[in-house]
């Protein structure tokens, strides 16, 4: 036994047994867990429908909360794969219990998409606003057309940008579960052997096979990075900023990026969590594991707080009627107790829980605080997007905000949409975990391969093998 | 691919002290050209103290240009030291060892230079003395504290103090090898400064914690340092293109870009200069470059986003500055080679590892990378003094003088002469932080091949 806790030796074989043994089989809490998540994603879709019918798709103030559902949804569950991306990039020993668990996130991309449609709806298009979609001043400064806008902006990017998104999340979910499922093929019965059968698509793991593998899972890996940057940034400006006059916020962008690597961390580290207490998979689950993320998720909440305050201050100084405008309405006026909420859970509460290496060091710790990361970040994206989608239609062509609109609190089915659709994830990521290993067994199997322990001087330690 | 070289400990005292212990006769001719040139930009301040600030090519509206360019440049350079040391020594990073010491000494002397640039460039140095610090409490003067030029002091000393201190304690145990190697009047002046190191479990143990205490709240100040700089630029609201969100995290990023790249081309100049061929090696200058690779590419969507709000605005100034930027001469032709020369030909170099492993190509890739990142703080300041705003009655291009040009060449020529003189009395490369890497290498069997290994805490 380590001081970690962990014990050191799993044989290869043990594990895959255990692994394939738990896969088999469909416990009665998970199946009621099933149950549950699909009533309330049923009555989400109630809740969508009775939205629809009741208030229609002119005035964007009655989806404000569907669209801050929307931005949570690819925040968290959209940006979770990106752990297993960059963890695999730097090569980290401790990713290898985790990388599977962040990845089955991408089915979630799915019910994101589909949920992100009726947003194009409310959105009007670029002409006769700010948008990203370069428009250039009457008179042109730049000797262009006075009205340069792309075709189809912002919509018709902004879609396929999500779509590709989610394409290439789910691309790299299959491609990285291809050796896993080789082995079910080869040691599952039944539906189960016939499943890995189609997915595992002729793999033999010959060398070649394995080149080629690793040379894709690196190169989604890092179409994913760019895509996921590229729908956070595309959706808060245009789903968002650019929906109230004046607000004109270049870190936005990159703030909201650094929120979804956030969110992705603690909604990995949150499941892993889950998994392991419900799971019973202590065995293979470490504190190590907890550790290594709580590092970074304690950087990157501190960034969180690093990018917001870089904004403010800008705002702060500038106290011009545009600025002042947007700090009433996002953070002083309205929805001000929404926004001090969201600091606590964003910022102070993590910062303080992972702040404390005993508490880094723990299995407790690091999901606590990720647990306050993503409810803040749902505190957060109310605040931004039901501000946002409360300006009304005739003010956004405005270069200021004259008028803040007042809180728009949310009613019963606001309530159905958020939790409806927040379970709908949960709903589709456990039934993603019966079709696919919750473990990405073929690195586990590396990882087992490249650790030992040996004795050094008067002590043991462990020699973990760096491969190029 | 690893190319682990295997050192005795003393082969590693050999080779890292020879500098120290007997310096070549290059060393010294290198030494007085560079002191030659330090010379002139010494001559030249003092001409332009004394002459006054009408010598170089300021003007109103463009109040800050060469000197404040440069400095923007060498608090740049600076935050290589902790983005290199203390996150890799943090994060436990085994190809580190090597680069770490170089990269907090070049922290340490760019801070210095740097700070002496906007007290040159105000023409009257001492007047900086009540601009920056509340002492003239008699005569009513104070410093307004809500400006973030009165930052800038407080967050660069802090920066200086807890960087020099970083340097200090990863130099102790060395310090100690070199007291015991040392005779006469230079035994006594290293036995003063190791601090009675003897290398007892408890000293390392202290040491290691100061390491990682020092690394861990120097981390904050790096941020904080470029972000105060940039703050002198963006809060204000009369000068187009500087009232930006982004510039405190825009300027960081850029920064730890351009201080990598001379981490770069500094350790790669070490390899050369004191034959380190063993110490310095491919697989460590191809690791920096996969992270310049990821560094520079989070730099250029912090760049996109600054200029793509920019047009967002649909603000004619801020339009036409941007149109003066790219289009009007002579700025359209700095802009062409800072987007060429700060990204797009050494990033795209690096994506080929025969790039990142060769020492010639990934020198020239870094200079750059400087080249272009200095450009970039150019055309921040001048373009948008030099056009022709709302709150300004004039408006006039802005040429250097030769003073200027000598300043900031001679500042480039400082700052090697000061690592150059360091290294003759301390060894650039942390020895102790070697001969660990020796000690903790190990190797795993998997069938028939052998995988480089590393012994490791838990």
Redesign the interface.
């Known amino acids: 036994m380590?001081?970690?806790g962990h014990l050191a030796e799993v044989t290869e074989e043990e594990f895959t047994q255990d692994v394939l043994g738990r896969h088999a089989t469909t416990g009665p809490r998970y199946r009621r867990l099933m149950w549950i998540t699909g009533l309330l994603f049923v009555m989400g879709i109630a809740g969508f429908v009775l939205r629809a019918v009741t208030s229609g798709f002119d005035e964007r103030e009655p989806w404000g909360y569907f669209a801050a559902t929307v931005a949570f949804l690819i925040t968290t569950a959209g940006a979770a794969p990106v752990v297993a991306v960059a963890l695999r990039l730097v090569k980290a020993h401790w990713r290898r219990a985790m990388t599977r668990i962040a990845e089955m996130y991408a089915a979630v991309g799915v019910l994101t998409l589909l949920m992100f449609i009726p947003l194009l709806f409310l959105v009007p298009s670029a002409a006769g606003r700010?948008?990203?979609w370069?428009?250039?001043?009457d008179p042109p400064?730049?000797g262009l057309h006075s009205s340069l806008i792309i075709p189809g902006a912002p919509h018709v990017w902004v879609t396929l940008q999500i779509a590709l998104f989610v394409l290439v999340s789910l691309a790299l979910l299959r491609l990285s579960a291809r050796p896993d499922m080789a082995v079910l093929r080869a040691r599952a019965s039944g539906r189960l052997a016939a499943w890995g059968r189609r997915m595992s698509a002729g793999w033999l793991g010959t060398q070649k096979q394995w080149t080629v593998f690793q040379v894709g899972v690196g190169a989604l890996g890092a179409l994913f990075f760019i895509m996921l940057?590229g729908t956070v940034?595309l959706y808060c400006i245009d789903f968002g900023m650019t929906l109230v006059p004046g607000w004109?916020?270049?870190?936005?962008?990159?703030q909201q990026?650094v929120n979804a690597l956030q969110g992705g961390l603690a909604t990995t580290v949150l499941t892993l969590w889950l998994v392991r207490r419900y799971g019973k998979l202590e065995k293979y689950i470490h504190m190590?594991h907890f550790w290594g993320a709580s590092?970074i998720l304690l950087a990157l909440t501190?960034l969180w707080f690093?990018?917001w305050w870089?904004?403010f201050?800008?705002?702060w100084?500038?106290r011009?009627p545009a600025e002042q405008a947007v700090l009433q309405l996002l953070m002083f006026g309205p929805y001000r107790y929404v926004f001090i909420l969201a600091f606590v859970f964003c910022f102070i509460a993590p910062f303080l829980t992972l702040l404390w290496n005993g508490v880094r060091r723990s299995t407790w710790g690091p999901p606590l605080a990720s647990a306050f990361i993503l409810i803040g970040i749902l505190l957060d994206k109310t605040r931004l997007y039901v501000a946002a989608y409360s300006v009304p239609n005739d003010e956004i062509t405005a270069?200021l905000l004259e008028k803040v609109p007042p809180t728009n609190y949310p009613d019963i089915i606001d309530l159905m949409m958020v939790v409806g659709a927040i379970s709908g994830a949960v709903f589709v990521y456990l039934v993603v975990a019966r079709v696919i290993p919750v473990f990405s067994m073929w690195e586990m199997t590396e990882g087992i391969?490249?650790?030992?322990v040996?004795p050094?001087l008067k002590t043991k330690?462990?020699?973990?093998?760096?491969?190029? | 691919m690893q190319e682990r070289v295997t050192l005795t400990s003393t082969q590693i005292n050999t080779d890292l002290l020879r500098n120290v212990l007997k310096a070549p006769l290059w060393y010294w001719l290198l030494m007085g050209f560079l002191a030659s040139i330090t010379l002139a930009g010494s001559i030249a301040v003092g001409f332009m103290v004394n002459k006054g600030l009408g010598i170089t090519g300021l003007n109103r509206p463009v109040m800050w240009g060469f000197l404040i360019t440069d400095f923007v440049f060498w608090i740049g350079i600076s935050h290589a030291g902790v983005m290199l040391s203390a996150i890799l020594r943090l994060s436990k990073a085994e190809w580190r060892r090597p680069a770490t010491r170089a990269s907090e000494v070049l922290t340490v002397f760019s801070l210095m230079i740097a700070a002496l640039h906007p007290v040159i460039h105000s023409g009257r140095p001492w007047r900086t003395l009540y601009w920056a610090f509340p002492y003239d409490f008699s005569r009513g003067i104070f410093p307004d504290i809500r400006s973030p030029l009165i930052w800038d002091p407080a967050a660069i000393f802090t920066y200086l103090t807890g960087s020099t201190l970083f340097v200090i304690v990863a130099l102790v145990p060395d310090l100690g090898v070199i007291r015991d190697r040392t005779t006469g009047i230079r035994h006594h002046i290293y036995s003063l400064m190791a601090m009675g190191w003897r290398g007892t479990p408890r000293q390392w143990k202290l040491q290691t914690i100061a390491g990682f205490l020092l690394s861990a709240l120097l981390l904050p100040v790096f941020v904080s340092v470029h972000s105060i700089v940039s703050w002198d630029f963006a809060v204000q609201i009369g000068v187009e293109g500087w009232h930006a969100t982004i510039f405190a995290p825009y300027f960081v990023i850029g920064a730890v870009f351009s201080g990598v790249s001379a981490v770069v081309t500094m350790v790669i100049l070490m390899r050369w200069m004191f034959k380190w061929e063993a110490y310095i090696r491919a697989e460590h200058v191809d690791a920096l470059g996969r992270l310049l690779i990821a560094i520079g590419t989070a730099w250029l969507f912090f760049f996109f986003l600054e200029f793509s709000m920019a047009l967002y605005s649909l603000e004619d100034q801020e339009i036409a500055l941007r149109e003066m930027q790219v289009f009007t001469w002579p700025y359209n032709m700095l802009f062409l080679v800072f987007v060429v020369t700060g990204y797009l030909f050494p990033v795209t170099m690096w994506l080929f590892r025969g790039v990142r492993r060769n020492l010639v190509l990934m020198l020239i890739t870094s200079l750059s990378v400087n080249v272009g990142m200095w450009l970039e703080r150019f055309l921040i300041i001048i373009p948008s003094l030099a056009r022709k705003s709302p709150l300004s009655f004039d408006w006039r291009s802005y040429h250097p003088s030769i003073v200027e040009i000598t300043i900031v060449l001679s500042a480039f020529a400082t700052v090697f002469l000061l690592l150059l003189v360091f290294a003759k009395v301390f060894p650039l490369i942390p020895l102790f932080d070697v001969k660990e890497g020796q000690t903790l290498a190990d190797n795993v069997q998997i069938g028939r091949k052998s995988v480089p290994a590393l012994r490791v805490e838990e």
Do not use: C, W
Not at chain 1, 461 to 468: A, E, F, R, S
């Open positions: 380590h001081s970690n700010r948008t990203l370069f428009q250039d001043t400064t730049l940057i940034t004109r916020d270049s870190i936005f962008a990159a990026s190590e590092k501190l690093y990018f870089s904004a201050i800008i705002f100084y500038g011009q270069h391969r490249l650790r030992a040996r050094f330690m462990v020699v973990l093998g760096k491969p190029d």
